[in-house]
């Protein structure tokens, strides 16, 4: 896999070396979190007292393709379903532990980036409100980037830090602006797509049947 360029916000800067340790509740666990957009990095912490936005060099040509997970569609889905613990029903049934092994022997995780608007639709999705189809469309509508999560200090070690810039808060108003614009237009999208779609798919308990009785 080629080297790419992407983006962390932190909520006070990196001291010492990088390492995975995010809160535990974040979309593909433990990690070192980088997207592909620096407009979601930055808003993603302009409301903290000292934010530091940096661009890095994350070295994927240093690492086994066999220990790079991509994650798309209901894999992503039911993968961060788990981490954020909205799984914990389905806790030591063999559908859990599929899931909980995903990243077995893995040091990155890639997949798309789940904003707030995206963690009301996961939420709807889990109660049983909203169909697989629905909540697909929704995942591909509403494009916030692509997240990298280095999952292992030796993945972080493949990381360069090129740049390093306090966020200038002269410009908050127009953060704040951005964020309340994506989220009306992700509001509207995921309403018209929850519409278009209500009779579509299938619900969560009903896929967890059809797992049950292949296995």
């Known amino acids: 896999m080629k080297d790419m360029t992407l983006y962390h916000g932190s909520r006070g800067g990196i001291i010492g070396n990088i390492q995975p340790d995010s809160r535990i509740r974040c979309d593909f666990g433990q990690g070192f979190y980088m997207g592909t957009r620096q407009e979601q990095a930055k808003t993603l912490v302009y409301n903290d007292p000292m934010p530091v936005f940096y661009t890095v060099n994350f070295k994927l040509s240093n690492i086994s393709d066999r220990k790079i997970l991509t994650l798309t569609d209901m894999d992503w889905a039911f993968y961060v379903l788990y981490n954020r613990g909205r799984l914990e029903n389905m806790k030591n049934t063999p559908f859990y532990d599929k899931i909980a092994d995903m990243d077995k022997n893995k040091d990155v995780i890639i997949g798309p980036i789940a904003d707030d608007n995206m963690n009301l639709v996961m939420r709807q ?28 200090q030796s993945a ?50 009903q896929i967890l049947d059809e797992y049950k009785s292949k296995n």
Not at 180 to 187: A, F, P, Y
């Open 156 to 205: 972080c070690y493949q990381i360069e830090i090129k740049s390093e810039e306090n966020l200038d808060m002269d410009k908050y108003e127009e953060y704040q602006k951005y964020v309340n614009n994506r989220k009306r237009e992700s509001e509207q999208k995921i309403k018209t797509i929850k519409r278009q779609y209500r009779s579509e798919g299938k619900y969560l308990d």
């Open 125 to 152: 999705f889990a109660n049983g409100d909203i169909t697989d189809t629905a909540f697909l469309e929704c995942i591909r509508c509403i494009d916030y980037g692509i997240q990298y999560v280095a999952k292992t």
